[in-house]
């Protein structure tokens, strides 16, 4: 079972394209961040482009540094391939054509080798965070596009909740600007060799947490990332901490009564090794809109709820909770019991 599920997973990845891109722009570049100008200073710049033939080196994680002189912006982008000559800010059939009439115009921008043999540009850039049409030359002309964004996604942090053979991957929420939301990578090994085939693209930047069906036995290891998105075009935020998730056995204890008072209720359960409890109440048999209440020591074995409403009949319930080092994994939830409030 595990390896058929490891032959799925070899297939999604290989139909999972992301991009990350390069640089350029035009003779009247400016230092122009949205609507504010930039310092003089060096700054490092996220980059995407709109195809994986024409992308930055992976060494620089879809980045690239940029000198901000007199209001000007000068980018140095490293290609991971060295298959362009030279670049040029416009569209492939404008630049085509300028080569025919001028060979040597100073509107091209050659390629430079650098201590690591990386093909490098320095590239004007007119515009952050807007996609600039150019074209690089390689067997001929070809048309891509850019774009240069100031605001670099911050990793998030993850952690997780497991109950059953559930397991609710959760993590921060990235407030950074263009966030269409998250990528997930699950792995049985620490270093994301061996994958496991799960949902691994969220939509929204609102959304926190993702479910993941557990096997028993099985440790899983979960990591997120954000993806900024610009006019269409895609790039990623470093990888959140890597958590190590299993499913492992918590004790759940037992119901012992709930007793109705006037205007609230007694609950007391059986004390288990554990590190906590959460006790959950409503008035709807099935737990709809209902409370949870935690409980910090293993050692407390009642609780008194208060301000419930007089005559009404709730319903109660009890689990244990074990925190591990990246996470919190659950029992099961008891039996419920019903009262009718004095």
Do not use: H
Not at 122 to 127: Q, T
Not at 193 to 217: C, F, R
Request: proline share 4%; charged share 25%.
């Amino acid at each position: 079972m595990k390896n058929l599920r490891r032959i799925l997973c070899t297939i999604l990845c290989f139909v999972m394209i992301f991009t990350t891109g390069i640089t350029a722009f035009a003779d009247t570049a400016s230092a122009a961040a949205g609507d504010s100008a930039l310092e003089d200073g060096t700054y490092t710049f996220g980059v995407m482009t709109s195809t994986k033939m024409f992308k930055i080196t992976p060494e620089d994680n879809g980045t690239c540094q940029a000198v901000v002189k007199d209001g000007k912006i000068t980018a140095t982008i490293r290609l991971s391939g060295d298959g362009y000559s030279r670049l040029y800010i416009g569209p492939a059939e404008e630049a085509a054509a300028l080569e025919a009439s001028n060979p040597n115009a100073a509107a091209f921008i050659p390629y430079k080798k650098d201590a690591d043999g990386k093909y490098t540009y320095e590239v004007p850039v007119e515009a952050l965070n807007t996609p600039i049409q150019l074209s690089a030359r390689g067997t001929r002309w070809y048309d891509r596009v850019i774009v240069f964004y100031n605001v670099l996604p911050q990793p998030v942090k993850a952690s997780y909740t497991i109950q059953g053979d559930t397991l609710r991957l959760r993590w921060t929420k990235a407030e950074e600007p263009y966030i269409s939301g998250y990528e997930i990578a699950c792995a049985y090994d620490a270093e994301f060799t061996d994958p496991v085939p799960v949902e691994t693209m969220i939509d929204g930047q609102n959304t926190t947490s993702a479910k993941v069906y557990l096997e028993k036995g099985d440790t899983y290891y979960l990591k997120v990332r954000s993806i900024i998105t610009i006019d269409g075009l895609q790039a990623y935020s470093d990888w959140s901490n890597a958590v190590a998730a299993k499913n492992i056995a918590v004790a759940k204890p037992k119901l012992s009564s709930v007793t109705a008072g006037t205007s609230k209720a007694i609950v007391k359960w059986t004390k288990k090794a554990v590190t906590g409890y959460e006790i959950q109440y409503g008035t709807s048999p099935t737990f709809k809109a209902s409370k949870t209440i935690k409980i910090g020591k293993a050692s407390t074995v009642s609780k008194t709820i208060k301000s419930l409403k007089k005559g009404k009949t709730y319903y109660f319930r009890i689990r244990s909770y074990q925190k591990t080092a990246d996470g919190v994994c659950y029992s099961d939830w008891t039996a419920k019991k019903s009262i009718k409030i004095k």
